[in-house]
């Protein structure tokens, strides 16, 4: 009598019948992001006591301000603090991001209606092509630009069609060649000023041709705004100029300009229709965040001109000395115009390939930088420093490279 073990009872293993599962055929689309890849190298470089630097993420070092802290910490001892929160986000932040606009953009926007809270940018790009492109469509994306404009919109089926920036015309969109592409299936256009990897400012004039390049073509341009206050004096909106709110969408976060890229908050701002077909997909995705961070933001919204110029201004201005002088002994050539968080800059003609440069800092200076082509083919012969590092961090990544060169 064979026991219930036997070979003639044992169904067929996964590799001998079924098959092994696949993954979907999207991810056959996109890479994993590279700072999630070259941070395992970097972490086992570190295992291995190379006591590796990074210039090369955009995560503030720094705290967020004292009284933000604290409101979290008076919310979070609260018993009745910890439920569910609406998806739309509380009264107290949506008015508070209000306020924040009027006072630093002079721009109204009505709390209940034309505001919509954000786990961070990275989820309103998901949101807001879920909400307004078709698989098929095509999504206009800046070269070089942030990358997870291009993976998402590969992920959700979008076509993606670059627009170039570059040096030359101050990293600001050529409308001059826009108009000549084949526009009638462009949905979305995405822009981010100031610019991230390169600096480049935010102009009134780029903001007012963007606002008359997307009523002519039908075309929503979403505007993604978290460096305006660093290293910047003067910082602007999309939405200030007249009849933006009707054609486009600007994206705030607090990650960068109040020292909480963890807490993960940050807006969407534009008319109420497309504010509701945002909330329409986030609403089925997410349920609200924390009230305490909520509560919290709501307070860091209200920090002082001088902690802004303190922490935005005058500890990123130090740092970017240090930075530049890192450029100087690499001989890049950088624009000292450009603003945010890090140092973009051209390396020499003598290099072949920005990795060549980039990899000999990290394997040799043992100084972990970004190369440019990240961004894009336009930031192929660029590298990018994050200032996101404390002053003496930055000297010393200065003397090893120094000791390289």
Known sequence: METINSKNNQQPSISEGLGRPKPADRLSLVSEYYFSRKLKEVAQLNAEGKDIISLAIGSPDMPPSEQTIDKLCEVAHQSNAHGYQPTMGTPELRQA????????YNVDLDP?????????????ILHVTLALVNPGDEVLVPNPGYPTYTSLSKIL???????????DNGWQPDFSELEQMDLKRVKLMWTNYPNMPTGGRARMETYERLVQFAKAH????VNDNPYSFILN?????LLQVPGAKECCIEFNSMSKSHNMPGWRVGLCASN????????????????GTFRGIQLAAAEAYRNSDEWHRTANIETYARRRKVAEQIMDTLGCT??????????????????GNVEDLTEKVLHEARVFITPGFIFG???????????????EMIEKALERIRSIK
Do not use: H, T
């Open 272 to 287: 109420d229709e497309f504010i509701n077909w945002i909330l329409k997909v986030q609403s089925n995705i997410e349920s």
């Open 97 to 104: 991001m209000a306020d924040f606009y009027k006072r630093w």
């Open 233 to 237: 004096d003067n910082p602007m909106s």
């Open 377 to 391: 083919s336009n930031g192929e012969r660029y590298i990018r420093i994050s200032l996101c590092a404390k002053e």
């Open 334 to 351: 950088y624009d000292p115009q450009q603003v945010g968080m890090f140092l973009w800059g051209r390396i020499p003609d003598s290099i």
């Open 112 to 124: 209940k209606s034309e505001i919509l809270p954000l786990i961070g940018s990275k989820e309103g």
């Open 157 to 167: 089926g979008a076509k993606i069609v670059n627009y170039n920036l570059r040096e």
């Open 218 to 221: 039908n075309i929503v341009v």
